[in-house]
Each structure stands twice: as structure tokens, then as C-alpha cells.
Nanobody
């Protein structure tokens, strides 16, 4: 069983910054990728950023140059630094963990989610 513990999030004004972190714990598991997804009210969950143990990184287009994902492999912890936040970034952000092999990504463990609200 894998548990993902998220922290960070909250309320910030447009143009501000927030940081999220997520630590994976448990036994009998192997993680080679972690990431962040988000879901805004009335919208589908979307990938925000993902990172593999080997350093491969993907961002959704709308957050490129504003968000930075990083990972501490030894601690099984992933971080998301969010700068220049916009009201449209408002959503529940979910941490995810799973596997990566080349262009194949599979996330099977999910956190409870943390609210990020950006006021205009």
C-alpha cells in the first residue's frame, strides 16, 4: 500500500506564488515517476506536470515557464513550485505516483488533493 501525503496549497492573489509537496510512503512498492494533476469545478482532471526518476519532465502547455516540478528520489518526494499564478490555475491539485518507461507513463497511486485558489 502506498500513501501520498500532500502539503502546500491555499489562497493567493494573481501573480503570486505557491509551493506544493508530496511524499510517498509505504512498503512493497516501486515508483519511477511522480506528478501533479488538477481538477477545476466542472472540468476534467488534467495533467499539470510529471517527472521520472531519470529526470524526464512534461508540463501542460498552460503552465510552462511558470511552474517547476522537481523530485527527490531518495525521499520519494515531488515538489511543484507555482509562480505567476492566474485565476485559471484555481483547482484541486492531486499528487500522483507510478511508473515511467520512455514515453509510457502510468499513475496508479493518488493523493487526497489540496485546494489552490488564485484570486483576481
Amino acid at each position: 500500500q502506498v500513501r501520498l501525503a500532500e502539503s502546500g496549497g491555499g489562497l493567493v492573489q494573481a501573480g503570486g506564488s505557491l509551493g506544493l509537496s508530496c511524499a510517498a510512503s509505504g512498503s512493497g512498492f516501486s515508483i519511477s515517476a511522480m506528478g501533479w494533476y488538477r481538477q477545476a469545478p466542472g472540468k476534467q482532471r488534467e495533467m499539470v506536470a510529471r517527472i521520472s526518476n531519470s529526470g524526464d519532465i512534461n508540463y501542460t502547455e498552460s503552465v510552462k515557464d511558470r511552474f517547476t516540478i522537481s523530485k527527490d528520489n531518495a525521499k520519494n518526494t515531488v515538489y511543484l513550485q507555482m509562480n505567476s499564478l492566474k485565476p485559471e490555475d484555481t483547482a484541486v491539485y492531486y499528487c500522483a505516483a507510478g511508473r515511467n518507461s520512455g514515453t509510457f507513463w502510468s499513475f496508479i497511486y493518488w493523493g487526497q488533493g489540496t485546494q489552490v485558489t488564485v484570486s483576481s
